[in-house]
T-cell receptor, first 115, second 113 residues
Framework: GAGVSQSPSNKVTEKGKDVELRCDPI?????LYWYRQSLGQGLEFLIY????????KSGLPSDRFSAERTGGSVSTLTIQRTQQEDSAVYLC?????????????FGPGTRLLVL | AQSVSQHNHHVILSEAASLELGCNYS??????LFWYVQYPGQHLQLLLK??????LVKGIKGFEAEFIKSKFSFNLRKPSVQWSDTAEYFC???????????FGSGTRLQVQP
């Protein structure tokens, strides 16, 4: 079946611009995660959505970062006033959230370069 | 807070050599442990996972890992590597109180033919 998809695959932007990154999770997966993979920082958790519950935003690095998930499916990660240190690969993952046996499946990522 | 350490940053092996990649974690409670692999140009894929039960878990492509609770370790092993195993390997932890994964910094494996 179809996996997690993300768009765009690559994004180049200028410092100070806003960007939106999109994630389509696997159909039927109720949980959705955003991570960031950057040089020197490894893979970091950003935000987590589960159904209609309030999202876990504990990993967002600043208030320039926000995310929403509409209709319990597609999610958009928005970075406002981008900075060069925001350059990274942004990964989305989804899972069926079956309690302790949950496994997250990752998308191909969006590579963001802020000039 | 929990953390995951992968001390081998870059490993170079010849084909048919045995592989062991170290993973140690810091967390006092119950954990789920994972190894993910990222082949060149591809996305993260799950290799294997440990939730409970038998501490020796087998994954895809001949990989296995052993959970040693007393050592807070979850090392990845393969008896004989192939050139196609060239990739970056990530160990990850999930504690039962938090959904998000905590990743190690990754180990880049290069297998020479």
């Amino acid at each position: 079946g179809a996996g997690v998809s993300q768009s765009p695959s690559n994004k180049v932007t200028e410092k100070g611009k806003d960007v939106e990154l999109r994630c389509d999770p696997i159909s039927g997966h109720t949980a959705l995660y955003w991570y960031r993979q950057s040089l020197g920082q490894g893979l970091e958790f950003l935000i987590y959505f589960q159904g209609n519950s309030a999202p876990d935003k504990s990993g967002l690095p600043s208030d320039r970062f926000s995310a929403e998930r509409t209709g319990g499916s597609v999610s958009t990660l928005t970075i406002q006033r981008t900075q060069q240190e925001d350059s990274a690969v942004y990964l989305c993952a989804s899972s069926q959230n079956r309690g302790v046996v949950e496994t997250q499946y990752f998308g191909p990522g969006t590579r963001l370069l802020v000039l | 807070a929990q953390s995951v350490s992968q001390h081998n940053h870059h490993v170079i092996l010849s084909e048919a050599a045995s592989l062991e990649l170290g993973c140690n974690y810091s967390y006092g409670g119950t954990v789920n442990l994972f190894w993910y692999v990222q082949y060149p140009g591809q996305h993260l894929q799950l290799l294997l996972k440990y939730f409970s039960g038998d501490p020796l878990v087998k994954g895809i492509k001949g990989f296995e890992a052993e959970f040693i609770k007393s050592k807070f370790s979850f090392n990845l092993r393969k008896p004989s590597v192939q050139w196609s195993d060239t990739a970056e390997y990530f160990c990850a932890l999930r504690d039962t109180g938090r959904r998000a994964l905590t990743f190690g910094s990754g180990t880049r494996l290069q297998v020479q033919p």
